[in-house]
């Protein structure tokens, strides 16, 4: 079945180390994105990429980085520039075509040690 | 910027009985609005879309209307059942294909 697969479920960080957390798909969509989500707030967007070897920013970049080497992979890592990085993570990808939906992995819970 | 507010308490109802959410927007004027359900520890599901020039959307038990005057969508459960018990989100469309997401309404049907 086709789908997106986020690695691990679970991770945690100790002060002062980057994190990559992983996020693939097999649904050939272009488009990839990433986001954060806390108790009580909407997710956030952290960054996007809509083709291969090119990704932008989204509203709450800081502190985080990515890459898009491959159609289907879009790795985040989480610096540790990122001050507060406890929160779930999910990734998603859709086409590129306007109005169509976001079809999302299961997320990566991530805590400070 | 866009701003997206759902009800922050939880909505209670029993079994077999209609539930409805609400989603206000302000500051834009979106194409088109997505609903997604969300299961603890899971990521979103898509559910529906309902475009502007749309007024109402269903899908099985399920309803959707946009009133773009109100800057407002409603989503109907029918029939509701304790299985749909889960925390709803409701998107809207920015520049490009990315959505800006509301914070959700948790459902609870009791039987």
């Known amino acids: 079945d086709g789908g997106i697969t986020q690695s691990p479920k679970y991770l945690f960080r100790k002060e002062g180390q980057n994190v990559t957390l992983s996020c693939e798909q097999n649904l050939n969509h272009d488009a990839m994105y990433w986001y954060r989500q806390d108790p009580g707030q909407g997710l956030r967007l952290i960054y996007y990429?809509?083709?291969?070897?090119?990704?932008q920013k989204g509203d709450i970049a800081e502190g985080y980085s990515v890459s898009r080497e491959k159609k289907e992979s879009f790795p985040l890592t989480v610096t540790s520039a990122q001050k507060n990085p406890t929160a779930f993570y999910l990734c998603?990808?859709?086409?590129?075509?306007?109005?169509?939906?976001?079809?999302f992995g299961d997320g990566t819970r991530l805590s400070i040690l | 910027s866009q701003k997206i507010e759902q009800n922050s308490e939880a909505l209670n109802i029993q079994e077999g009985k209609t539930a409805t959410l609400t989603c206000n927007y302000t500051n834009y004027s979106p194409a088109y609005l997505q609903w997604y359900r969300q299961d603890p520890g899971r990521g979103p599901v898509f559910l529906l879309l309902?475009?502007?020039?749309?007024k109402e959307k269903r899908k099985e038990r399920l309803k959707v209307t946009f009133d773009t005057t109100l800057k407002q969508s409603l989503f109907h459960i029918t029939a509701s059942q304790p299985a749909d018990s889960a925390t709803y989100l409701c998107a809207l469309d920015r520049y490009g294909n990315k959505l800006v997401f509301g914070a959700g309404t948790i459902l609870r049907v009791k039987s």
């Open positions: 998603a990808s859709s086409t590129r075509d306007l109005g169509q939906p976001q079809h």
């Open positions: 990429s809509q083709i291969v070897n090119d990704f």
């Open positions: 309902i475009r502007e020039n749309e």
